[in-house]
């Protein structure tokens, strides 16, 4: 069994060169600062309207590690979206879409009350 996030974002032009650098450092920093010796997230621009997608499993070692995954790759993809406001994102774990808001960004009830 494994519990997997999967990720898109999309819009009619491309993304440009000063977005593609800020992306790229936010994925080589939340990658880095990953905890877990475990799945990253890719980059890899694709042409409009997909600009990017993929997906990453969770660790199931423990619950803990799970959520701790969790709530990481929840931050930075509220710090990706937040890098490209105008496109179309879709995170979803695995059949459970997750909800955003633009003062908590992505997260899930309860998920970040110890916090």
């Given at each position: 069994m494994s519990i997997s996030l999967?990720?898109?974002?999309?819009?009619?032009h491309p993304i440009t060169a000063?977005?593609?650098?800020v992306i790229e450092e936010i994925v080589l920093r939340q990658n880095a600062?990953?905890?877990?010796?475990?799945?990253?997230?890719?980059?890899?621009?694709?042409?409009?309207?997909?600009?990017?997608s993929g997906s990453t499993k969770l660790p199931l070692d423990t619950p803990e590690?799970?959520?701790e995954a969790l709530a990481?790759?929840?931050r930075a993809f509220s710090e990706l979206r937040r890098a490209l406001p105008e496109a179309?994102?879709?995170?979803?774990m695995d059949d459970?879409?997750?909800?955003w808001n633009d003062i908590d960004g992505y997260t899930l009830p309860g998920l970040f009350d110890e916090d």
């Open positions: 999967y990720y898109s974002a999309s819009r009619a000063v977005e593609n650098a600062a990953f905890p877990f010796d475990y799945e990253d997230i890719d980059f890899e621009p694709d042409t409009p309207p997909n600009l990017f590690t799970t959520t990481h790759w929840l179309d994102w879709e995170l979803a459970l879409d997750i909800p």
